[in-house]
């Protein structure tokens, strides 16, 4: 009986000096954590505008870029980061965020479009859960360099983007997509749409 005590005291010492201890590297980390995801945040979004900067730079210096390239408007309850060149008259271009479901677990990403907010720019998947060599193939650049150039906006004038089975008819506002990974690609098509009429509507 003794024994058993001793051990329940020394496991509920040791669980407590655990979680002090677990809890205080986190605590030290976590500016260390969110400087590094802002860093992440800041490539992806000085990449996807095509604002020229240095891959090998650090952190300071592309948040510098940033500050001084891009800024952010959520007027329209959907944030846009908006990319001008230091004194120039009118923006460059603009990307928006889009994100939603997978296959195996959440997709997010941007969106760039030109100035003209009809002509796509450049595409990046940020976070993506899907199978590596099938739908996790959508984060390289052989499928997101299709985007560039295409419209959000089909021939009949209506706003939507179509990512469609190889061997699709051409569109202006489709890619193919890729081979053995429909269900990702549906998916991608999908949330892609929501992001793009919520910016046709409220622009």
Do not use: H
Not at 177 to 187: F, Q, V
């Amino acid at each position: 009986m003794k024994g058993n005590v001793y051990t329940l005291c020394f496991a509920a010492a040791l669980g407590t000096v655990c979680a002090l201890l677990l809890t205080a590297a986190g605590g030290f980390t976590a500016p260390y954590r969110q400087a590094n995801a802002l860093a992440e945040e800041t490539v992806n979004v000085l990449k996807v505008l095509n604002v020229p900067f240095d891959m090998k730079a650090p952190a300071k210096e592309l948040l510098k870029v940033r500050e001084e390239n891009v800024r952010e408007d959520s007027s329209t309850g959907q944030t846009v980061y908006i990319y001008a060149k230091p004194g120039a008259a009118a923006p460059e271009a603009v990307a928006m965020r889009f994100s939603g479901p997978g296959l195996w677990g959440p997709i997010k990403g941007l969106l760039a479009l030109e100035s003209d907010r009809r002509t796509i720019r450049g595409i990046t998947f940020y976070e993506q859960e899907e199978t590596p060599g099938l739908g996790g193939e959508i984060a390289g650049e052989e499928f997101t360099g299709r985007f560039a150039g295409k419209a959000i906006i089909g021939a009949d004038g209506k706003p939507g983007f179509e990512v469609a089975m190889p061997g699709s008819p051409q569109a202006v506002n489709r890619v193919d997509g890729i081979t053995g990974a429909t269900m990702t690609c549906d998916k991608v098509e999908a949330m892609l749409n929501t992001a793009i009429e919520t910016f046709v509507k409220e622009k």
